[in-house]
């Protein structure tokens, strides 16, 4: 069975395609070569994780299939899109988690060719976007321009062995949109930005795909095939939301330059979905809100709600929070509104765990 997202067929949005639950990976297989021929794409250069061996394995191409080194980085990616032009490759078919579908993001844009986006995990809001996550060498994690995907198809029946680590990182991220868009709408009353319309209207429409589900027993909604289109539903809506706006805007604020800076200090301590929703209670906290609520939210997801759960010391907290508005220059938020000094920092943390 196949249902279509007919909602985003749209000419400035990728096509999105949901394989539904009642097939199987083979069959999934299957009809993602029949929606790549229906695209007119013979040549491809298929990039897939060891997750994503059985989806690509219909794929009809004269070239070779790659597979990412495990530390694949932007020098990795600039080498695959030159490896793609020279191959006369006509797209870039991307099987696999956040980082096998950023490489190939970046690799497409180097090499002036399509990219098809075919996650095996719901981990980010990335999978649609025209943003790459990928360290440069010897580096952390940066954001950079990229490329949004002409197709996206994402297979329940994968999608249901996917870890649930992985899962809980994909609602982390979505439940910092709402937050995401307050320090949008904080920076447009300082007249540094102005709010897209239909970016904003699909950023809210992304959390409240999944709002109904925050209550659940995570381990339980991600055997659930329902859930699981729900969580995809939200993370391409996201993603379309950063297309209509051009940049990461409409998802990203204060609590992503949180997780940038783990990554920039003390390189990653969890998945980026679960770092996000932990910098939410930064946010939530300097808005005046119910900081202690969404804790226990966050306890209930299996997400992080305190430095100790990623490791963290009180120390590794303020140099993160004094960091953290040097992450994305240009972007301002409420940790650049606030302006926390060292003191500053320690009075933040202390309200926020006692």
């Known amino acids: 069975m196949v249902d279509r997202v007919d909602r985003f067929d749209r000419k ?9 639950p009642q097939g199987d990976e083979q ?67 991307a099987i696999g988690g956040g980082r096998c579908l950023d490489v190939a993001k970046l690799a497409a844009a180097r090499a002036g060719v399509t990219v098809v986006a075919v996650p095996t995990q719901l981990s980010h809001d990335g999978i649609c976007s025209p943003v790459a996550v990928v360290p440069a060498q010897g580096a952390c994690g940066e954001s950079i321009g990229a490329i949004a995907p002409r197709m996206v198809y994402l297979s329940i029946p994968t999608l249901l062995s996917s870890p649930l680590e992985a899962v809980r990182a994909g609602l982390g991220d979505l439940v910092a949109n709402p937050l995401a868009l307050r320090d949008w ?17 699909l950023s809210v429409e992304s959390f409240d795909s999944i709002e109904g589900y925050l209550a659940a027993d995570v381990a339980e909604s991600a055997g659930d095939a329902r859930f699981l289109m729900r969580l995809a539903d939200g993370l391409v809506l996201s993603g379309m939301a950063m297309v209509c706006a051009g940049n990461s805007r409409p998802a990203s604020g204060g609590e992503h330059e949180i997780s940038h ?13 679960a770092q996000v929703a932990f910098g939410c209670l930064i946010s939530t906290e300097l808005y005046g809100g119910d900081t202690q609520g969404f804790r226990a939210r966050l306890a209930q997801l299996g997400l ?22 040097y992450m994305r220059p240009g972007r301002f938020t409420v940790l650049e509104d606030t302006d926390l000094d060292e003191g500053g920092c320690r009075a933040l943390l202390e309200r926020i765990w006692d």
């Open 12 to 20: 400035d949005f990728p096509q999105v395609f949901i394989y539904g």
């Open 27 to 93: 069959g999934a297989a299957e009809d993602l070569a029949r929606k790549l021929a229906d695209l007119d794409i013979t040549a491809p250069l298929v990039v897939k994780s060891t997750f994503g061996e059985a989806l690509g394995a219909r794929i009809k191409t004269p070239l070779p299939h790659v597979v990412p080194v495990p530390q694949a980085n932007q020098e990795w990616a600039a080498t695959l899109g030159s490896r793609t032009r020279r191959s006369g490759a006509d797209a870039i078919i």
């Open 185 to 201: 709408a904080l920076a447009a009353d300082r007249g540094l930005e102005s709010i897209d319309r239909r970016a904003w209207d």
């Open 261 to 273: 800076a783990i990554d920039h200090l003390f390189g990653g301590r969890a998945l980026h979905g």
């Open 304 to 325: 992080p709600q305190h430095p100790s759960d990623l490791s963290l010391s009180e120390d590794d907290m303020v140099k993160i929070l004094l960091a953290a508005p």
